[in-house]
């Protein structure tokens, strides 16, 4: 294996690094909106939402007990829902950004997995 399939695979399972990239690239897809009254608010929630999924992890990685970390992951996979739905919302208003809307779509999804697996086994 290369060393860049080694840090491509690597960042995958880097809950920090993924989550902040997550971040990142809902900026980066909320930049390119026009925007109007009705793109207006999806953006702000968007960017919201997509860039909490890492804050919020880093929040449950520093947490002060068992209970605290469960409560701040809960967070973080309600975020990550939160952020497919207004994802959604998105490709109803501007329907040309669908296809990169979509991988950003996948990518909360599986956040959103990755999160309720953890979620469920710290009980």
């Not at 860049?4 to 880097?14: E, G, P, R, V």
């Not at 990142?24 to 009254?37: D, S, T, V, W």
Request: charged content about 30%; aromatic content about 8%; proline content about 2%.
């Amino acid at each position: 294996m290369t060393n860049k399939q080694n840090s491509i695979n690597k960042s995958k399972y880097d809950l920090e690094e993924r989550t902040a990239k997550f971040g990142e690239n809902i900026i980066k897809f909320c930049n390119k909106i026009l925007r109007n009254p009705i793109t207006n608010p999806l953006i702000t929630q968007l960017i919201k939402s997509g860039t909490s999924v890492g804050a919020n992890y880093c929040e449950a990685d520093d947490a002060e007990s068992k209970n605290d970390f469960r409560h701040k992951i809960g967070i973080v996979k309600k975020e990550c829902r939160e952020t497919k739905h207004f994802i959604r919302m998105i490709v109803i208003a501007v329907p040309n950004l669908e296809d990169e809307a979509r991988i950003l779509w996948r990518e909360a999804k599986e956040l959103n997995l990755i999160f309720n697996k953890i979620y469920q086994k710290v009980r």
